[in-house]
């Protein structure tokens, strides 16, 4: 650190808490010094010549020299295999017990000394030397993981190990959580550490709040998902291979996966996308579905600063005529920025103020930090320090409290791998549901500790309990998210058993669906922003978040009326639709822009609100089924590399195609249109597909078009549910589905399945075969 790293630190949080900030990364790097010694030497091991094997259900165990390999296909296809006899528990991205092992699945020699497991969807070849293969039923190689190599050091202590793997030439990435610079993960190395990148980020920063090691894998071969089940500290470096011209040699694609400590275990789901995701939400648990008012349009600042300034703000949607679901207040809404309190002159009867807005439609959500202050008197501090034989928070090697530096000043951390403290944090949420909020969302949860140098999370030396196990802030750095995203969900199921809860967290791990979603962070005011904004909500949904959306706006600074409207345009389509910004960026309300960005604000808004039940019957599919909302233009199509190569676009469900404008000064776009007829929504133009089309885009609307023969619910004129119906092409079915709005509490789920016909000039709809069964009103479109 210098002097301007010095300054600068104390500039951004100001003096005292800057030259604090200083003292806690000190004191950080000092507890690690002493807790963590240096490696020192280290041997390298290999797991050598296979010397052996012992089948097992749904697979067995391959032993080698110095070391063995355990493979078990599981009930429903997906396929793990571990090194050095890990099995799949203990994982927190599993919700629960291993999947059963399928018995049909069997170990069995294959040739040159190698053995092989045949499932029904895959053929595992295990190599005499440990390299092993992943093949399709008909024989096509879809991974080969290459003899993994281990780093122990001499002295005793965690192994560090590295994971090559070799895809085929045509081979494309995704995933890896929540990264601004995909969808596509091209060449580079990706890190696997949940990190607050500082205040902002753009395309070129990674790693972010969310990551995990999960990576999805699409080729002609096929498509599959390779999960590395370690949540230790690690990175992931990608290159896409390249098709040899002519006679040419194939320069495949390569995965290298690289550990700090950890067990070496992996799970692969194989089949099309749609299968693919339906695996891994069977592996990691489904998504939950929010209640539908958070399907709706979303208002956030840091620095409301008063109850006044808030019906304010509500008072000028409703004025406008524009629709309003939800209002997020930020920490300013705090006394002294101390988590579950409210600042009474600001904020004098916060029941009161959310019981209002409720009535007019308008929901009120919290945001929650973890970091409590330490100091004696709080409530949240006394109680916690009360919890268990030692207390509720993250401790050092010695046994004392960890202390960080956050908006509250000094400041300690709940250890959420630990059910106690989980249960206590849990019932903490009543004093939120007390003052009228609804729901809630974590911040600040990667964790962060302001640091004035190196990393601004807790020292690595930190002692968890994980679930008893016991271990460091090396193991539980990635998880922490996720575990308090589980004491909260949990929480608050507790406290209102009839609701179901509302939650979303800014950082997390594999399983975080089963709790909420997530959004983007602070990310950068500008094109390239807006950019990222998309790319993180796709990488995200193909890792098991459907539910995720940006900062509509970005956090900082101040966007051109063109960037808010456009940016405003791509949240209206995504998932969480919500505005938002940092205190000094501005406002975010639509009218602030001038007239012609508040009509195009309204007319997207009221689109918004028209597609509500279409928004419900996405949700609920995702929990049925796996799929994300919103789908890369490839979903169903994996096998058209055009598609492949596409960024700018991304399928609403099965039904919408929405191309929205991420450049300045554009007026009409070109759009790659999988296969089939499309619509589009507003002109009525038909286009064809394969190919690509030019589209009109101007600046009052963004091109969405709508599938031939697609069933799409929306809500008619008088607010009841509508069938809008886009005609099939003759020969052509086609259809979707619906699930109807039952409230936000827990009633069964009933799927009613549509097709669509053309028939002598007349569209024909049918629920299951039967004209007569649709009872609400059908509009057909495109005829």
Request: proline share 8%.
């Amino acid at each position: 650190m210098d002097g301007r790293d010095l300054v600068r630190s104390v500039k951004s949080v100001g003096s005292k808490q800057g030259l604090r900030t200083v003292r806690s990364a000190w004191r950080r790097a000092r507890a690690d010094a002493r807790a963590l010694p240096a490696r020192g030497p280290e041997r390298a091991r290999v797991p050598g010549a296979v010397v052996g094997a012992e089948p097992k259900p749904g697979g067995g165990v391959v032993r080698f020299a110095r070391s063995e390999l355990r493979i078990r296909v599981a009930v429903g296809g997906a396929v793990f295999w571990g090194w050095g006899g890990t099995e799949p528990l203990p994982s927190y991205a599993l919700p629960g017990a291993a999947p059963d092992a399928d018995p049909r699945a069997l170990l069995e020699p294959d040739k040159d000394g190698g053995w092989q497991v045949v499932s029904e969807r895959l053929t595992v070849v295990v190599s005499r030397h440990g390299a092993v293969e992943l093949r399709t039923p008909g024989g096509v190689v879809l991974r080969r993981e290459l003899p993994p190599r281990w780093w122990e050091p001499v002295a005793g202590g965690p192994a560090r190990w590295v994971q090559r793997s070799e895809l085929p030439a045509d081979a494309r990435f995704f995933g890896l959580g929540g990264r601004a610079a995909g969808p596509r993960l091209r060449d580079g190395e990706y890190g696997l550490w949940n990190t607050d990148p500082g205040g902002r980020f753009g395309p070129e920063d990674d790693p972010l709040y969310l990551t995990m090691p999960a990576q999805v894998v699409v080729s002609d071969a096929g498509t599959h998902l390779a999960f590395h089940d370690n949540s230790w500290a690690g990175r992931v470096v990608l290159s896409e291979g390249e098709e040899g011209a002519g006679s040419g040699h194939d320069r495949p694609g390569t995965s290298e996966v690289r550990m700090e400590g950890g067990p070496l275990r992996c799970w692969v789901v194989v089949g099309t996308p749609a299968r693919v995701l339906q695996g891994w939400s069977a592996l990691t648990g489904a998504p939950v579905v929010p209640p539908s008012w958070a399907l709706g349009p979303q208002h956030a600042r840091w620095g409301f600063g008063s109850e006044r300034e808030v019906r304010r703000v509500v008072a000028g949607y409703r004025e406008r005529g524009l629709p309003l679901s939800v209002l997020h207040l930020d920490i300013d809404h705090f006394d002294a920025h101390r988590v579950f309190t409210v600042d009474r002159e600001r904020f004098p009867d916060l029941p009161g103020l959310a019981e209002e807005l409720r009535g007019g439609g308008v929901r009120l959500v919290s945001i929650v930090d973890p970091a409590v202050a330490a100091v004696p008197g709080d409530a949240v501090f006394d109680t916690g320090a009360a919890v268990g034989a030692s207390g509720a928070f993250v401790r050092d090697a010695r046994g004392r409290a960890v202390r960080g530096e956050v908006w509250a000043g000094e400041c300690v951390y709940p250890d959420f791998t630990d059910p106690g403290v989980r249960e206590w944090w849990g019932g903490l949420y009543e004093e939120r549901l007390a003052q009228g909020f609804s729901g809630v969302w974590h911040d600040m949860n990667e964790p962060v500790s302001f640091m004035a140098f190196g990393e601004a999370t807790l020292p690595r030396s930190s002692r968890h309990a994980l679930e008893g196990r016991g271990g460091d802030h090396r193991e539980a750095h990635n998880v922490y998210g996720l575990a308090m995203a589980r004491a909260g969900y949990e929480g608050l199921l507790r406290l209102r058993p009839r609701e179901r809860p509302f939650l979303f967290s800014r950082s997390g791990w594999a399983g975080m669906q089963r709790y909420g979603g997530t959004w983007s962070g602070d990310v950068t005011t500008g094109w390239p922003g807006l950019r990222a904004s998309l790319s993180l909500v796709l990488g995200l949904g193909l890792c098991g978040v459907p539910y995720s959306g940006p900062d509509v706006g970005g956090f900082g600074g101040s966007p051109s009326p063109e960037l808010y409207l456009r940016w405003f345009q791509l949240g209206a389509y995504l998932p969480l639709f919500r505005t938002h910004a940092a205190i000094g960026a501005g406002r975010r309300e639509p009218w602030e822009f001038g007239p012609l960005v508040l009509e195009g604000a309204r007319e997207v808004l009221v689109e918004r609100e028209r597609l509500r039940p279409y928004w419900v019957t996405l949700a609920q599919l995702a929990r049925l089924t796996g799929a994300p909302y919103v789908r890369p233009l490839w979903w169903a199509a994996p096998g058209d590399r055009a598609l492949r190569e596409c960024e700018d676009a991304f399928l609403l469900g099965d039904a919408l195609l929405v191309a929205p404008v991420l450049e300045p000064g554009v007026v009409e776009r070109s759009v790659r249109l999988p296969q089939g007829r499309w619509y589009d929504t507003v002109s009525g133009a038909v286009y064809e597909g394969p190919g690509q089309v030019m589209v009109e885009a101007p600046l009052s609307r963004v091109p969405v078009l709508a599938r031939a023969g697609s069933v799409i619910p929306v809500r008619g004129s008088g607010g009841g549910l509508e069938l809008e119906v886009w005609a099939p092409v003759e020969g052509v079915g086609g259809g979707g589905s619906v699930v109807r709005d039952r409230g936000d509490g827990w009633a069964p789920v009933v799927v009613e399945r549509y097709t669509t016909r053309l028939s002598g000039g007349r569209v024909v709809v049918e629920r299951d075969g039967e004209e007569d069964l649709v009872d609400c009103p059908v509009r057909v479109r495109g005829l």
